[in-house]
Nanobody, 121 residues
Framework: QVQLVESGGGLAQPGGSLRLSCAASGNIIYIYDMAWYRQAPGKQRELVARSTRYGSLHYADSVKGRFIISRDNAKKTVALQMNSLKPEDTADYYC???????????????WGKGTRVTVSS
């Protein structure tokens, strides 16, 4: 019923930039937090950046000052602008959103299928 679809991954050189986008669709009543996570090969999935409904932002220490998360509540989208990319940013990036689909129900966390980012020269 709810889909999160990421786009924008690919190959970038160290020091370069990429922009990831995620669009939510389906039977959505309300979207709370929207976030980006990443999972590098052999490592656990980790939070990269989070945006609450009302604009509070949180970033992992490893990306502070380089990545910017932004969202458009009307369009149900969240983006991640990634600048000054480093080889250690190489990972699969996943969109996550806490969504309510029923006026009687609570919020559920949904995940996109991920988009791969590779940073290499």
């Amino acid at each position: 019923q709810v889909q999160l679809v990421e786009s924008g991954g690919g190959l970038a050189q160290p020091g370069g930039s990429l922009r990831l986008s995620c669009a939510a669709s389906g039977n959505i009543i309300y979207i709370y937090d929207m976030a980006w996570y990443r999972q590098a090969p052999g490592k656990q999935r980790e939070l990269v950046a989070r945006s609450t409904r009302y604009g509070s932002l949180h970033y992992a220490d490893s990306v502070k000052g380089r990545f910017i998360i932004s969202r458009d509540n009307a369009k149900k989208t969240v983006a991640l602008q990634m600048n000054s990319l480093k080889p250690e940013d190489t990972a699969d990036y996943y969109c996550n959103a806490d969504i309510t689909t029923s006026y009687a129900g609570g919020q559920i966390g949904y995940w996109g299928k991920g988009t791969r980012v590779t940073v290499s020269s």
